[in-house]
């Protein structure tokens, strides 16, 4: 974000908060933010630099409130528990709910509505994958045993994204379409418009230039 925008979204959430508000951020917001009455911290990923987790779960329990932190791991990540309890920082396992319906649906069609949703669950997935390939913890967080299928259902992709690692790792593999994934829905995906109509009005004249 701009830091005009990142600010007046900072602002949104601390007005927001009492009645109850989700803010979405990187490691731009780890540190420096003192916001108040913050009840959850929700980590998508684990940090690159392991030293950031603590300062990214100070966001809540502050200043004499009990706050909860919830790290979100794949079974082959576990080891990343023992390597934060060596650091002193206990991490308590925690189930996931059963039966939680699928989101890809619903993923889908925000993608097939607007392009540029479409374009930006591309730009997630490679840079998720870069991201991953060089996490500090490179013997715990892997990219060999990230399953690049299961990333791309779980951002809906309609097609997989050009990308040097994949070839990479197509070659490791040694086998065709070793990638196990085909999208929810067959599209031509010059179709999917974007919402913003002079963005699609652009697009339309480039594709005519």
Not at 60 to 89: H, I, Q, W
Request: with cysteine; charged share 30%; net charge positive.
């Amino acid at each position: 974000m701009a830091p005009h925008t990142r600010t007046k979204t900072y602002e949104w959430f601390q007005q927001e908060r009492e009645g109850g508000a989700v803010l979405l951020c990187t490691d731009v917001a780890a540190r420096g933010l003192d916001v108040p009455d913050i009840d959850w911290i929700v980590q998508f990923d684990a940090p690159q630099d392991p030293n950031a987790f603590v300062h990214r779960v100070g966001r809540t329990a502050r200043m004499g409130r009990s706050g909860r932190a919830l790290l979100l791991l794949r079974p082959k990540e576990d080891t990343y528990v023992n390597f934060l309890s060596l650091r002193k920082v206990p991490l308590l396992s925690m189930e996931p709910e059963p039966n939680l319906p699928s989101l890809r649906r619903p993923i889908t069609d925000l993608l097939l509505a607007d392009r540029a949703v479409m374009e930006q669950s591309a730009k997630a997935f490679v840079a998720y994958v870069r991201a991953y390939k060089e996490h500090q913890c490179g013997y715990i967080f892997s990219l060999d045993q990230l399953d690049l299928g299961e990333l791309a259902r779980g951002l809906a992709l309609l097609r997989l994204p050009k990308l040097k690692e994949l070839q990479v790792a197509k070659r490791k593999k040694g086998a065709d379409g070793w990638v196990e994934w085909s999208p929810l829905v067959q599209v031509d995906l010059d179709t999917i418009k974007f919402k913003d109509k002079q963005r699609e009005k652009q697009r339309q004249a480039n594709k005519a230039a």
